[in-house]
Every structure is written in C-alpha cells, then in structure tokens.
C-alpha cells in the first residue's frame, strides 16, 4: 500500500481443483490351524474389506496451505518481481526426504 497517496493493489487469485478421494482397502486372513498325534493341518482364506472414505480437516488445511503456496509463489515472481528484487528464493519447497527417494503427498 502506498501511504502518502492512499492507494493500493488488490491481486485476486483463484484456482479449482477437482479432487478425489483414493480407495481405503484393508486386507484381512484368517488362518485355521489343527493338529493331532498324527497330523496338521493348516487352511487360511484372505478377503478385501473397504472402508468409507473419509476427509479430515487436518487434510483440508493441507490443501489450502498447497494453493496458498501456489498463489504467493505466482504473486512474487510473474506479477511484482519480488523475488529477483529482494533476493529471495521462490522455488517450490522440497518435499524429497534427504534420505530417502520417496515423494509426500
């Protein structure tokens, strides 16, 4: 904001996403096992159980903090030049672990 002539910039900035929530499948075996003297023996059966696919708002922050970093990185580098003036760095953050290879989502 400019405080000696009263004025200001006012950026709006919107995105949609379409999102949808990945299956939640919980595996199950049950294992029969009975022996004698002479004999054991041994039968298991497996089966796919789901599990209502649910959202928190733990996960719902997440999202807003993803689209809040994609706004202010587009803000400061195509629309004010904010980073090169300032010297800033305004690459995406690093979600690789340093140890492993494995990507967070």
């Not at 405080?3 to 999102?19: H, N, P």
């Not at 800033?88 to 967070?104: E, G, R």
Request: charged residues 15%.
């Amino acid at each position: 904001a400019n405080q000696t002539t009263q004025k200001c910039s006012i950026m709006f900035w919107t995105t949609t996403a379409e999102l949808s929530l990945a299956p939640r499948l919980l595996v199950y075996r049950t294992t029969d096992t009975s022996s004698n003297l002479f004999v054991t023996k041994s039968s298991s059966q497996d089966w796919i159980q789901a599990v209502p696919k649910a959202i928190t708002m733990t996960d719902i922050q997440t999202l807003f903090n993803f689209f809040d970093i994609l706004a202010v990185r587009t803000l400061a580098l195509e629309h004010t030049s904010l980073c090169q003036v300032t010297g800033f760095k305004c690459d995406y953050p690093d979600i690789h672990s340093h140890n492993s290879s494995a990507l967070y989502i």
